[in-house]
């Protein structure tokens, strides 16, 4: 099969999962494979493939939880945030731990709470001790919205991730690597 590798790379990773679109008749990421072998990439075909299936199924799996997350008016983003206050023994958190803790720049936190501190899910404040420090704190119908985002996410999301037990607890070990050589921890 002589598939252009270009095109075939962008319709990849520009696809977008629809619950009424027909399945290929093939793998077209193993297609790639194929064809990154052929052109003289043996050695780079399996990496691609790995990374390439990665990214799909990215797109895949946040589109289901944003899918879930929708009706409820929440991105994943933000429910990050508000799981992460969620999860504090307060309540609140500084804004500069919450970046770290999602390892993401400030700046996408910022906008985060900024969305959320708007729908009056959390407050901001100074911190009392470091005037240059803001906190983070969840509301009650923060918590409630998290609470119910949860619910929702477990049910349609997390009990149901279309993969077995061992290839969840294997998939997990091959990620925790990846993001443990990559310096995540």
């Given at each position: ?140 119908g923060g918590r409630e919205l998290a609470e119910r985002a949860t619910a929702a996410l477990n049910a349609e999301v ?28």
């Amino acid at each position: 099969m002589d598939v252009n590798v270009t095109l075939l790379y962008a319709v990849l990773m520009t696809a977008e999962p629809r619950e009424d679109a027909k399945r290929l008749a093939f793998d077209p990421i193993d297609a790639a494979r194929a064809q990154w072998a052929h052109n003289g990439w043996a050695e780079a075909a399996d990496g691609m493939a790995v990374i390439t299936s990665l990214m799909r199924a990215h797109q895949i799996v946040l589109a289901r939880v944003e899918a879930t997350l929708r009706p409820l008016g929440v991105t994943f983003a933000r429910y990050e945030v508000l799981m992460l206050l969620w999860f504090s023994s307060r309540g609140t958190l500084p804004m500069k731990v919450i970046a770290s803790r999602l390892q993401v720049h400030p700046t996408s936190v910022t906008n985060a709470v900024d969305r959320l501190e708007d729908a009056g899910l959390v407050t901001r404040s100074t911190h009392p001790d470091d005037r240059r420090a803001v906190i983070v704190a969840l509301t009650r119908g923060g918590r409630e919205l998290a609470e119910r985002a949860t619910a929702a996410l477990n049910a349609e999301v997390f009990e149901r991730p279309d993969l077995t037990d061992a290839d969840l607890r294997d998939l997990f070990e091959v990620l925790s690597r990846l993001r443990s050589t990559a310096g995540d921890f």
